[in-house]
């Protein structure tokens, strides 16, 4: 399958695609069609800011009665929600969308500061979308006025893999450039996934489930690149990890594109 271009209008669109299944992960079915034409008024909008291989502005908007509607299927609420309660809805779902979407190609690399939720006008040329959810429908509109960044250098561990086929002498040379830099090393224990709807009720002494093993490996990533595995020990009364396998240079993935 054909990736998607990194465009502006592009990520818009995947981010409305990412919104409809945060949608449909708590209300249990939602869909999402084209809007012929563009809905005038007031809406609630949230402002951000494209950092990494895209760069500018994106807002997200939602109308009035259609955040009202969805703010009612979601949560289960009899009554008329409160401003508050729209504004935070709105605003951890964009922070779920947004999260899903940089875990995918071409939008790996792509960070969004969201600003809050507030009242205000929909953007111009925006991706509109008329979202089914329940009884609830909620017309959602996406401007991005992001453009790709400049390529940039490579990464150390980048340079270190392409040097890795080079004539020794000269990746010999090159490598006393680079050998007293510092790397992040990080150890990723787990990652998991869940609804919006179970993301609202954690609080202190909440379990979350990994599911996964504590018998199972660890990576080890410098940045985002998965370099080795190991498990977890104990030195001195510290935990520490032992590594039980290398990730070889031709090997290293980028692991949030994985």
Known sequence: MTAEPLTSRAFAGALITELVAAVDAVSGGATALPAAESLPGRGWRIDATASGRLRGGVTAWID???????????????????????????????????????LKPPFTGVRLALGA?????????????????????????????AVPAPVEAASPVENLTTMASAPVVAATASLDAVLDIELPLVVRFARTVMPLKTLLTIGPGSVIDMERSPDEPVQLLVGDRLIARGEVVVVGGNYGVRVTELVSPTQHVRVLEA
Request: hydrophobic fraction near 55%; aromatic fraction near 6%.
């Open 117 to 145: 939720a507030e009242p205000g006008d929909a953007p111009s040329d925006a991706v509109w979308v008329e979202l089914h959810a329940g009884d609830a429908v909620a017309w959602i509109a996406v401007g991005a006025t």
């Open 64 to 102: 009035d009665a259609g955040a009202v509607a969805l703010a009612r299927c979601v949560l289960g609420l009899a009554d008329h929600p409160d401003a508050a309660t729209i504004a935070d809805l709105f605003g951890e779902m964009w922070v779920q969308a947004t999260g899903a979407l940089s």
